[in-house]
Structures are given as C-alpha cells and as structure tokens.
T-cell receptor, first 115, second 111 residues
Framework: GAVVSQHPSRVICKSGTSVKIECRSL??????MFWYRQFPKQSLMLMAT?????????EQGVEKDKFLINHASLTLSTLTVTSAHPEDSSFYIC???????????FGPGTRLTVT | DAKTTQPPSMDCAEGRAANLPCNHS???????VYWYRQIHSQGPQYIIH???NNETNEMASLIITEDRKSSTLILPHATLRDTAVYYC????????????FGTGTRLTIIP
C-alpha cells in the first residue's frame, strides 16, 4: 500500500517556541492531506484539510494562526505549531489521499511535548 | 457524516474469530462504511470498506446488513498483533473526504 511518512516522530520543545512537522507521501501524489490531533486516551480529532496549492480549511475551534499548514507540493504538507504551550502537547497525525482512491493513508504520527 | 456507535471494549481469545459490531442507523445512500484500526502510538491503518455488499480482503471481512443500518467487522483468526482500537466510520465515497473518528472499540486479544 501507499506510504506516508512524518518527521520528526518525537519532538520536545520549550514553551513559546515553534515546531514544524512534515508529512510526506512517498510513492504517490497526494491531492489532499489531513491533519489530526489525538490527546491521550481520546480519539483522533480533525484539525484541518489541505489541498495542494490552496489554503487549508480549518475545523471549528482550531486557530489557523497558531497551526500553520502549508501544502506546497503534491508530496509534502507541513504543520507548524507556533508559540507552542504545554496544552499543545499531543500526538499529531497526518493522512493523505489521491484523487481517485477510497482510502486515506495515515502517517505514523508525531508526538509533541511542550515543556 | 452519519454517526456510528460501537462498544467501548471487547476481548477475544487468540485464534478465534473477532466480531466487532457497529451501528450506523443514519447512514445515507451514498455513504460507505470504513473500518480503520489504531495500534498503540501509531497512525490508523485502513482495514476494509463497503457500500452494501459484504466484502472480504486479506485482513478481514465486512458484513453489512440489508438495511445498511449496522455492520460487523470479522477478523477470522485473531492474533495478539490484532490488539488495537478499531474505528467504524461512515463517509462519502472518496478518500479525499474527511473522516470523523468516534471512540472506537478497544479490542484485546487474550493469549
């Protein structure tokens, strides 16, 4: 099956700093990428949907100026958590899909810890 | 998207068939039933999907009732590696539509 990678897999940063997470589709072109967040013992919550070359669509309650999403190519989307705070500590997961596909392919996730 | 209801947890003996139910009584005509699973601290993994016919692949079988208001995911010979949270999701028929994850069923395979 198609492979989606994320980098880094784990990151620890200090409060107030910014962190960038990359999501790559390794063997296919992803027209759409999704970013999810998962807190401990909870389900995945969709943060935003991004289509290559256009602005991301954010879910209600997700601050677009805090969670910057860039989908500049068909194989790469980035999520930047700006001015991170301890409450932003979470498991961030991306997924990607092709135009004609019934599946979304998920990355392995990035665990962010803000101290 | 239609809402789904799943039992919060289930146990199954290793080697036996695991049957995971899902209710989706408000499913609409163009919505598919998707199953994903998430092993601890990993990204979700696609298992199977279907519209109205039963489906089978190398991982599992999906049985959808005739009225499409419920479905059952069957893992025919469960192994310890099948321990995970299983999500039943209803969504329109393209992968580029957003998925709404519920709370899922935590399946534990007992040795």
């Amino acid at each position: 099956g198609a492979v989606v990678s994320q980098h880094p897999s784990r990151v620890i940063c200090k409060s107030g700093t910014s962190v960038k997470i990359e999501c790559r589709s390794l063997d296919f072109q992803a027209t759409t990428m999704f970013w999810y967040r998962q807190f401990p013992k909870q389900s995945l919550m969709l943060m935003a949907t991004s289509n290559e070359g256009s602005k991301a669509t954010y879910e209600q309650g997700v601050e677009k100026d805090k969670f910057l999403i860039n989908h500049a190519s068909l194989t790469l989307s980035t999520l930047t958590v700006t001015s991170a705070h301890p409450e932003d500590s979470s498991f961030y997961i991306c997924s990607a899909s092709q135009t004609v596909s019934y599946e979304q392919y998920f990355g392995p996730g990035t665990r962010l810890t803000v101290t | 998207d239609a809402k789904t209801t799943q039992p919060p947890s289930m146990d199954c003996a290793e080697g036996r068939a695991a049957n995971l139910p899902c209710n989706h009584s408000t499913i609409s005509g163009n919505e598919y039933v998707y199953w994903y699973r998430q092993i601890h601290s990993q990204g979700p993994q696609y298992i199977i999907h279907g519209l109205k016919n039963n489906e089978t692949n190398e991982m599992a079988s999906l049985i959808i009732t005739e009225d499409r208001k419920s479905s059952t995911l069957i893992l025919p010979h469960a192994t310890l590696r099948d321990t995970a949270v299983y999500y039943c999701i209803v969504s329109s028929n393209f992968g580029n539509e957003k998925l709404t994850f519920g709370t899922g069923t935590r399946l534990t395979i007992i040795p």
